[in-house]
């Protein structure tokens, strides 16, 4: 599977969130470590933990993969929310990981579309380049 080339399904296990940001690489690229204040280009899919608990295909509240072009973010300056800054930083260009996000480096108590207050996060992310 190459990186970038299509979105990856996320699959929600049948137990309870995580309290602490989880992120494992599926796919390790070759590229450089991201490092703080980079602008970088992903690819990127996101789902609720609780109203997908248990699904092997989550439904999605955003994907970048719908709007038929990568994202660019400046990473690590407070741009992103804080679960995408804390465990971004550091991956290599190249990459698909995968992240889970409690409230607390998430949209805490704040409502968003498709996203309940205090809700834990789960994202496929593409590492496609960093400058």
């Not at 080339?5 to 137990?15: E, F, K, L």
């Not at 992903?42 to 970048?64: C, H, I, M, P």
């Amino acid at each position: 599977m190459k990186v970038g080339r299509s979105p990856a399904a996320i699959a929600v296990p049948d137990a309870a969130a995580p309290r602490r940001l989880e992120s494992r690489t599926l796919v390790s690229g070759p590229g450089p470590k991201v490092k703080a204040g980079q602008t970088v280009a992903l690819q990127y899919s996101g789902a609720v933990w609780e109203g997908n608990r248990g699904k092997d295909r989550a439904t999605l509240f955003d994907s970048s993969w719908a709007q038929h072009q990568p994202t660019t973010v400046i990473i690590g300056r407070g741009n992103v929310i804080q679960g995408w800054d804390m465990a971004l930083v550091g991956a290599k260009v190249g990459s698909r990981v995968l992240l889970v996000v409690p409230p607390s480096l998430g949209y805490g108590a704040q409502a968003r579309k498709g996203i309940p207050a205090r809700s834990t996060l789960v994202y496929v992310v593409d590492i496609l380049s960093a400058a």
